[in-house]
């Protein structure tokens, strides 16, 4: 059974975008880009992508995807992605991009039935990642401390998860950044 883990960034008071979601704040960062050798490791097990429609607007906009669809493979590859959104998307032409809305768990048969046995990587956002935590289907949360702080924006993840569900099972240095993993452990009670 695939993993499903929500591996992003965070700023040090722990906000994913602006108040305009965007992650100009990130790329500014010493290694924002990413690409280091662990995330390259991260991503060969990973067969789908899931993403909220904020995340997946930013990076298409800034990217100008629809217009230049080559590009897509240098943040995603060929991964199958599913955009959970309630308005219409654009459409990045020859890429396998799946929609969605509604409840993850109406869902999570094909996207599990999308990985082709790999894990499943929430790339955006919190509250998303935060349904599949609700659903009991969230199993990581691996987070990248940016060296930078916001005075507003949009959290990390949007819910209460205490020491209860959540178990640290490793802690390392990525430049400027720290990263976090935390084991998710099943549904709230």
Known sequence: MPRVIFYTATTVNGFLADENDSLDWLFAAPGGEGGDDDFQRFLSGIGVLVQGSSTYRWVLEHEDLVAHPEKWPAYYGDRP?????????????????????????????????????????????????????????????????????????????????????????????????????????????
Do not use: C, H, N
């Open 81 to 189: 992605t599913w955009v959970f959104t309630s308005r219409e998307q654009p459409v990045v032409p020859g890429v396998d991009i799946r929609f969605a809305s509604g409840d993850v768990r109406e869902f999570w048969p094909q996207i599990e039935e999308s990985t082709g046995g790999r894990d499943v990587w929430i790339v955006g956002g919190g509250d998303l990642a935060g349904q599949f935590a609700d659903a009991g289907l969230l199993d990581e949360i691996r987070v990248s401390i940016a060296p930078a702080t916001l005075p507003s924006g949009k959290p990390l993840l949007p819910r209460s998860l205490g020491a209860d569900r959540l178990q640290l099972i490793d802690v390392r240095q990525a430049g400027a950044f720290a990263e976090l993993t935390y084991a998710v452990s099943g549904p709230p009670s």
